[in-house]
């Protein structure tokens, strides 16, 4: 059957202008091996369920992209790296970030393998514009369970909405004149605002480092004690390491995405979507200098507050009106540095298991992507096995990577000081880059 949809603007966005890589990378260590015909006859199964597997993009008369499919689909590539060390495999990330599609052909996925003598490296690629966190999270337990258990259950297939309205499944004409009016001021703003030039790249840059179990729970159990949230004194303590390396520079703000799934009830936990809405809060809501604690509770006490006024669903519909300056919101996110110092995403614990009855689930990195923004910073962190993950992505041309990694060290060396854990978090050698 065949399948069109214009791409919504938060999708939009992060296909840029189809030939800038915006890709989203997962990274798993695995106890055991696969061949590559395994792991594509799982992959099959995956893109019977999940349309966005099965689609290409193609631009219309207007320059608009929309998804397409005819109802087949090229398979996943697999590509297995037999030829590079095991350790060595932060650089099939940073490969895998800037490797462009055949968008117009499909499909919008591939795998790498990277085995060794008893373990073997997976990585899930997906553009940004398909997926999100939890996308990548479902659609590696899908495939971990599929590779134990080929043709095992992973939930029926589902249609892929055909438009904002369809998918919120109702019409809202306030919403739908706020949306125009604020697309009339926005229209109005880059008409008068001159964009700067793009600048020369640098060079994207990653630091991945755990926390180990005992740091781990230590400093969940002093979050709860302090009644506040680990999200809340991760920010806190990154925005403060950006305190004292930046100095004046610093801008003492962060914004975080938020999981749509909380409001759109339409979006299910298992659908793969790629818009996320985004949360602003400020260092300053407690004072600096303040105590740790304090500041942390400050900061949770935003969070809570701006959460419970998203409103996705009339995100989701005002932003169709702003298609027409898509390109000038490109533009803008390539020139302009922002008035954030980094985004963070933290995606909590990872519901996939630890054991499966072949292999076992030896570790999950938190995934990464490398953006083409003019401030490209992100910090992730995701938890499995009782240990916290991180991934740090920037550039050179905005943050040169030994700035990137005393903020690093001074963010853990601050929360090891709050919880009087005497042990530095182990970052392994081989991944300091």
């Known amino acids: 059957m065949l399948y069109a949809r214009k791409l919504i603007l938060g999708e ?7 030939m800038t890589p915006v890709n989203c990378v997962f990274p798993v260590s695995l106890r055991g091996h696969f061949s590559a015909e395994q792991v594509k006859a799982a992959l099959r199964q995956l893109q019977r369920k999940h349309p966005l597997l099965r689609v290409r993009i193609q631009k219309g008369l207007r320059g608009r992209p929309y998804f397409l499919s005819d109802g087949t689909a090229p398979e996943i590539p697999v590509r297995v790296e037999d030829s590079k060390p095991y350790w060595d495999w932060v650089k099939v990330v940073q490969e895998e970030w800037v490797l462009p599609w055949e968008s117009r052909n499909g499909p919008l ?8 003598e008893d ?16 996308t990548g999270t479902t659609l590696m337990r899908e495939l971990l369970y599929l590779l134990d258990q080929p043709g095992g259950d992973i939930g029926p297939s589902y249609q892929g909405f055909r438009s904002v309205k369809e998918l919120l499944g109702r019409e809202d004409k306030r919403g739908w004149w706020k949306g125009y009016l604020k697309s009339l001021v926005a229209r109005a703003f880059f008409s008068l605002k001159p964009l700067g030039k793009v600048r020369t790249a640098g060079e994207a840059w990653l630091e991945q480092w755990q926390l180990d179990e005992g740091m781990s729970s230590m400093l969940i159990q002093q979050c709860r004690e302090q009644g506040v949230t680990v999200h809340a004194a991760l920010c806190v303590a990154f925005l403060e390491a950006y305190e004292r390396v930046k100095g004046d520079a610093v801008k003492g703000k962060v914004i975080c995405p938020v999981d749509i799934r909380r409001y759109v009830r339409a979006i299910k936990k298992d659908t793969m979507f790629a818009f996320a809405p985004i949360i602003e809060l400020s260092g300053a809501s407690a004072a600096r200098g303040a105590e740790f604690w304090a500041r942390c509770r400050s900061l949770k006490g935003e969070l809570t507050q701006k959460m419970a006024d998203v409103r996705a669903g009339q995100l989701l519909l005002q932003s ?9 919101l490109i533009r803008f996110l390539c020139t302009d540095p922002g008035g954030h110092d980094f985004t963070f995403s933290n995606m909590g614990r990872l519901e996939i298991p630890e054991e499966f009855e072949h292999f076992s689930v030896e570790n999950i990195y ?8 003019r401030n490209p910073t992100t ?21 040169p990577q030994e ?8 963010a853990m060396h601050r929360l090891m000081d709050v919880v009087g854990y005497e042990v530095r978090a182990k970052v392994p050698a081989n991944l300091n880059l």
Do not use: Q
């Not at 169709?320 to 000038?328: L, N, W």
């Open 12 to 18: 939009r966005i992060m296909y840029v202008d189809g």
């Open 109 to 116: 996925a591939r795998v790498v393998l990277l085995p060794s």
């Open 119 to 134: 373990k073997t490296m997976l990585f899930l690629t997906c553009p940004h514009c398909i997926c999100d966190g939890a």
């Open 320 to 328: 169709e009106f702003y298609h027409g300056i898509a390109g000038k």
């Open 366 to 373: 938190s995934p990464t992507v490398s953006f083409p923004w």
């Open 379 to 399: 910090i992730v962190v995701s938890s499995y096995r009782g240990k916290m993950d991180f991934a740090y992505v920037s550039n050179t041309a905005f943050l």
């Open 403 to 410: 700035e990137g990694v005393k903020i690093r060290e001074g």
